[in-house]
């Protein structure tokens, strides 16, 4: 069977994390792209709040450039690819997928796509780190303005909708599965 890297794509709310933890639970290995946040915070001995969120992914940008959570994954990807498939979960940036992709010719990327009022519903009954309907707008904004995480979202190899249940999101994703393995 061919090893892949799947890097999951989409705004919050949509899904991304469910999809990763739904390959992980058949045995590929997850790189989360945003745990380079928390580590930051936790160090800094910050509370993991939306907000010490938003400005640390873009302190962490502005010091180390757009690319900086795909330069500091590679290592991890590599580590896991000489064993099997990769999952990245939330991969954001142009420059991201610029850095990974010539890293990593095999990366394929999963737009997860949630209506708006579907994702703010969803990060409202979070329990970690819940948004407010108006936190969440907000918070999408910032992605799209200051992210470039568009340019990810448009050149997707596939595209999974996921407004109704898990076992839609889990059905769209064994087909992909089927497609990624043909």
Not at 92 to 114: D, N, R, T
Request: one cysteine or more; a neutral charge; proline letters at 5%.
């Amino acid at each position: 069977m061919p090893t892949f890297v799947l890097a999951f794509v989409g705004m919050p709310g949509s899904g991304k994390s469910e999809a990763s933890a739904f390959l992980h639970k058949k045995g590929t290995p997850i790189v989360r792209l945003g745990d380079l946040t928390e580590e930051v915070i936790k160090e800094k001995n910050l509370p993991l709040t939306p907000e010490n969120e938003e400005k640390t992914r873009e302190a962490l940008r502005k010091e180390f450039g757009m690319g900086a959570y795909a330069q500091k994954a590679i290592e991890k990807i590599r580590s896991y690819l000489s064993q099997s498939s990769v999952i990245i979960d939330g991969l954001y940036s142009w420059e991201e997928y610029i850095i990974l992709k010539k890293e990593f010719p095999e990366l394929q990327l999963v737009h997860i796509y949630a209506e708006p009022e579907v994702r703010y519903e969803r990060l409202s009954k979070r329990k970690v780190r819940p948004f407010t309907k108006e936190e969440a707008r907000k918070r999408d904004i910032a992605e799209i303005e200051h992210v470039a995480k568009g340019g990810p979202i448009a050149i997707a190899d596939f595209c999974v909708i996921n407004n109704t249940n898990i076992e839609n999101l889990y059905d769209q994703l064994r087909i992909i599965e089927e497609r990624i393995q043909q």
